[in-house]
């Protein structure tokens, strides 16, 4: 695993039609608001409220290199409810380029067999060396140590409406960041994105010998936000707005750590002491549930503020907006193919 | 592989509209008459003879936890041919669950990407663990030793429709039932579906230590039916409307048993010395057709009774109407969204 | 793996609608000028300049015992272009066949599930013996040493556009066809096919042992075309309108070969050697772009007549005029229900 400042320094276009979405780098304010927009367009067509065709005919090829069951759910969903049609490949058994295919031939051959490619690879960089030979636009899926950009996308579409709801704007608002702030990447994408805005007060928590890297600190700070490391999750939790907790790899624990806070990372004791039940929690997911895993514990559940859900849910409606930004459909076009269904969506009780 | 006797004892709703379908214990004798009069109405649909697009925009998650192709192929033509969309996961390595996921956020996250997820699971009570958790309804593709709802309620299905065919009704008809009856989910979902008709006579024969469990055969007779228990296929399938064979798993049986009738369950010989070469012949599929297999011998594929393929092609039909119940479809908005075809589905001799 | 003399010799009727694709002997001409017709009429299609629905409703079986990723794609992302739907099946583990379940048995069950089949399987012959007990029009996708008739057909429908793009017609063409004449099942089929036109010059070259099959040689001989074997790669090229490069499995050659031209079976050298750079230049794929890999070198990427991805690309096309033919669409149908699209299809530079 490659940490963050031996990743790739590519400089991508912005986000937009006809686009690779391959980092969060491609993103300023009033790219990431088109999207959001777009996202907030699509939001009853991704709860069931309607049905929509626009993307009728268009084809998305779904490539995971390594598996990832819910995003690839979520991407194909995302297509499939824009009225399109998805061809999946999974646990790609690279058979033709063991046999020596180099990844041009791979990516030019199946490129034209979708009008859109969504890519998930274990190597960091070997997504955008797939874009590069591709006929169509490529969307970052997650290529290991590098980006997955649409996570850092829903994390920051959920906190603006879990903020919302609440009635506070995104700027001036205060995050707090546990767990493993080293590798991983999606803290450090969520961090970038984030630094779009005005004065965040970011408070940092995490184990020893996985604290932020330097430069994505100074990149932060550089941007006018204010970037707090605490010494525990009680002090780094104390008065946030939000708490985005992430996992941290056992293996990278020592004992101490662990026995803090009865073997969570983040739980319902630790928002009390800090008093501030009501935070919105955040949550890259999965979490390990087992106790002592040293992450999330679902003892928090059932407080007001838990936001995971949403995340995964919302994921679905910014992957449905990433795609039309691709494929240049706008809001009025959505609007024009989208009709009533006949079909009813509820559980009952 | 657990007994029928220790299989949890939860009660479900009766099965409609927004409902889970994880018991052929939700159905009384009206929930599945109205269930297999939807399924008469889409069998234009399923045989090719029309199109319909009443699921259009909706979306069915195939979850398939252990693999059966069959089962999966079914469930998803069924969705696919009244105009939804499908997406699959198949082998789930269960790369989050292993890493300490919850069921519960695992069926919380994947509910949010479909409008109705079919679960198969190798454990018993697992699939009603998971619609717990779910957001959306949940019909069980089969969960171990448990249930396999839509199994049986194809082969009451398509029993039904082959009685009559020959102008006899179900109540009052004489059934054998061959094979594993310990073990055998299908087998004892069937006699209670059954049950619910009036009159029925079962003849059974199984293999030594291999017999219907106790509570099986009261749970028959206290609903009024006969259950006769016979020394040998012969006798068992004399005087049968239907006979229906299920596989018996070989390291279950004994060496006497397989040489009877020529390592057979059930063969031409068989039926040729009871005297009813033309009982309907039913099986659950699929099955061994090596010899000696002790299994539903091919030599009756060229009987007029054959119907185990006609249980296969009533599943998808069963399917479609199991999907529309839950959506909450009737046979007025089917009729609406179904049109002709330009292609033409024939096979050429 | 099976050598061509020994292949299974049923005769199959030619191909149309409602009819299996098990072989390219179901064509004569006008039976493939019709199929590539019908691939002209959807080329716009396939190019995604416009929607086609014209199988609304249908659905495709895809059934691959053996992976072959690009493969599976290129079927499936045929018939989603024309408005149908797919299920997906790979890597099957035979469950039920390892059961001891026929293939009879298994195709019969699938066949109710679909309204056409494609599969692969690794046993030659198997395609056919599963397209015996199929309700429905099955598609060879390849079966191991025995056929894979879209190949063949894309292999010449690329190179018909092609020479026709010069003003060439394909009649009197020279054609020079390197690599393994012997197991190459693909150059078996492209030559039976390619003899179905007039005064053909087929020049070859192999290495040692791996020479076209007498048999082969009688046939396209037979026809009234020339073949004439080469000692060297230069020799064949020279003077050839196309160039078709097969991969030959380097467990069979020996040292002297691979030293030859720098390890490639041919390159921009050897090309240059022949006189012969603008050489209109095919290769089945995947390609092994390995130094020394003793195949078709990335170096000729860049020449005027690669035609390579023109071979994948058009499979989509043929694949498409296949489906249509097989369940007795026509090109008026087809235009009937094209339209325009929303969306756009471009990728930015």
Redesign the interface.
């Known amino acids: 695993m490659m940490p963050f400042e031996s990743a790739p320094q590519t400089v991508f276009?912005l986000f937009?039609?006809?686009?690779h979405l391959l980092s969060v780098s491609q993103f300023d304010l009033p790219t990431m608001r088109r999207l959001f927009d777009l996202a907030d367009t699509v939001t009853p067509i991704a709860r069931?409220q309607a049905?929509?065709?626009?993307?009728?005919?268009?084809?998305l090829?779904s490539l995971f290199f390594e598996?990832?069951?819910?995003t690839r759910?979520?991407f194909?969903?995302a297509f499939?409810?824009l009225?399109g049609?998805?061809?999946?490949?999974t646990g790609?058994?690279f058979?033709?380029m063991a046999?020596?295919?180099?990844i041009?031939?791979?990516a030019?051959?199946?490129s034209?067999?979708?009008?859109v490619l969504v890519v998930r690879h274990p190597e960091a960089g070997s997504v955008a060396q797939f874009a590069a030979a591709?006929?169509?636009?490529v969307v970052n899926a997650g290529d290991g140590a590098g980006e997955h950009p649409s996570q850092a996308l829903l994390d920051v579409y959920t906190l603006e409406k879990e903020l919302g709801r609440r009635g506070r704007p995104v700027d001036g608002c205060h995050i707090a960041i546990l767990g493993d702030l080293k590798y991983g990447r999606t803290v450090h994408s969520l961090l970038k994105l984030m630094a779009l805005h005005e004065d965040i007060v970011f408070t940092l928590f995490s184990p020893p010998s996985l604290e932020l890297p330097p430069e994505i600190d100074a990149y932060v700070r550089q941007r006018g936000h204010r970037v707090l490391v605490q010494p525990s999750a009680v002090a780094a939790v104390a008065g946030a707005d939000a708490v985005y907790a992430t996992r941290v790899q056992r293996e990278r624990l020592t004992g101490e750590v662990t026995q803090a806070a009865g073997g969570d990372l983040l739980n319902r004791a630790i928002l009390a002491e800090a008093d501030n039940l009501d935070a919105i929690l955040m949550h890259p997911?999965?979490?390990?549930?087992?106790p002592d895993?040293f992450?999330l514990s679902?003892d928090v559940d059932d407080l007001p503020g838990l936001a995971i859900?949403d995340q995964?849910?919302n994921g679905?409606i910014v992957r449905m907006a990433i795609f039309l930004t691709v494929?240049?459909?706008d809001a009025e076009?959505v609007r024009?193919?989208t009709k009533q269904?006949?079909?009813?969506?509820?559980?009952?009780p």
């Open positions: 276009p937009g039609q006809g686009r069931r049905v929509c065709t626009v993307l009728d005919g268009a084809m090829g598996p990832s069951t819910r759910l979520s194909e969903s499939l409810r009225g049609e998805v061809t999946t490949t790609f058994t058979s033709s046999k020596g295919e180099s041009h031939d791979t030019r051959v199946v034209g067999y979708s009008d591709s006929t169509v636009p997911l999965p979490r390990d549930s087992r895993s992450d679902p859900f995964t849910d679905l494929l240049g459909v076009a024009l193919t269904r006949p079909w009813k969506a509820s559980l009952q």
